[in-house]
């Protein structure tokens, strides 16, 4: 048997071998074999990135504006010179069909090319004073070290989101990828360190958020914080910073609601919902979560929405282009989904499709269709993300968007009516 690869950290402009005893197995979701390791990494690994990027950070920022861009110009023709390669890696640990993780990696590169644009539009501003013949002229300074730490569902294009407008503005920066995705962000830094950025302004660290995630967002030196994740890890994320009056920057969880009037294309609707439903198994933030369907068409509906979920292929994402699912991201992702489905059946849902774990090695869930749902069920609340759309009947418009509304989280709605009817969206 083969012995996984061994990942280093990215610090300083080099990549650092791990001396530690501690490694994280990086595990494939879809057959649940160990595809490689990363450094257990402790908060002097997370020290040192920082202070790497406290020391490059004014030669960085004294730079021209154009000339950050060029360089980050120079890391999106490297993803795009590598874009199959890191595709795959997102497939193989990550378990995202092929096609969304090349549409991943292409919107990374853009995305990066995109910030670099701003280069000559963000840099200050002239104000007309009060006073006559008088101008105000307003610069814009960098803020100094940031840090971003990442989920796992959209692990490639997180990086640059975090990167991209740091570098541009004349900040360093320290990445912790999720210690579930972190194959990706390796390939990232191998990019960086090819084009020969210079060192310290983009640094790489490995390992665990109670660790070296606390360790970004609770140093000093750190001017800035971002992260994208759960609700749990952001409270912590912004209690830690709160010590030092860190900026936070927060991506948290969703319930997104989707209202179906009666009168709406049903078949658009039913496609729309699904396809929200089923990308990336689920694992999506701002994706519909929770329907509401006008009792007039209600019946019609379901009995489409379960055709359209019934026909959706699922399996090992590596070895199938026809599927629309792969598996879920790891066994605690599947335990969770699985509880908060037999929860609903406690509270009296009822599965019509779907509801049970896929037995044999990966972490399938199929899609999960929950019926005589209520607004007061836990479903209806908290966040599943998983591949599982409960469904409740609706009288009007103002009853749909109250239940809508009846929700701690935020992000993304979605309305689905004819075109040609416009309806009051002062709600």
Known sequence: MSVPVQHPM????????????????????????????????????????????????????????????????????????????ISALIVEEGGKIQQLAEVEV?????????MAEWARRYEGEIIQSDRP?????????????????????????LIAR???????TGNTIVIKPSEFTPNNAIAFAKIVDEIGLPRGVFNLVLGRGETVGQELAGNPKVAMV??????????????????????VCLELGGKAPAIVMDDADLELAVKAIVDSRVINSGQVCNCAERVYVQKGIYDQFVNRLGEAMQAVQFGNPAERNDIA????INAAALERVEQKVARAVEEGARVALG?????????????????????????????????????????TLEEAISMANDSDYGLTSSNLYPKSERRDESH
């Open 10 to 85: 990215y610090i300083d402009g080099q990549f650092v071998t791990w001396r530690g005893d501690a490694w994280i197995d990086v595990v494939n979701p879809a057959t649940e074999a160990v595809i490689s390791r990363i450094p257990d990494g402790q908060a002097e690994d997370a020290r040192k990135a920082i202070d790497a990027a406290e020391r490059a950070q004014p030669e960085w920022e004294a730079l021209p504006a154009i000339e950050r861009a060029s360089w980050l110009r120079k890391i999106s023709a490297g993803i795009r010179e590598r874009a199959s390669e």
């Open 106 to 114: 292409a919107f990374t590169a853009d995305y990066i090319d995109y």
């Open 133 to 157: 013949g008088e101008n105000i002229l307003l610069f814009k300074r960098a803020l100094g070290v940031t840090t971003g730490i990442l989920p796992w569902n959209f692990p490639f294009f």
């Open 162 to 168: 975090k990167m991209a407008p740091a570098l541009l």
């Open 226 to 247: 971002s992260m994208t994740g759960s609700v749990s890890a952001g409270e912590k994320i912004m209690a830690t910073a709160a010590k030092n009056i860190t900026k």
């Open 325 to 328: 699912m792969g598996p879920l």
């Open 355 to 395: 509801g049970k774990a896929v037995e044999g090695k990966g972490y399938y869930y199929p899609p999960t269709l929950l019926l005589d749902v209520r607004q007061e069920m836990s479903i209806m609340h908290e966040e599943t993300f998983g591949p599982v759309l409960p469904v409740v009947a609706f009288d």
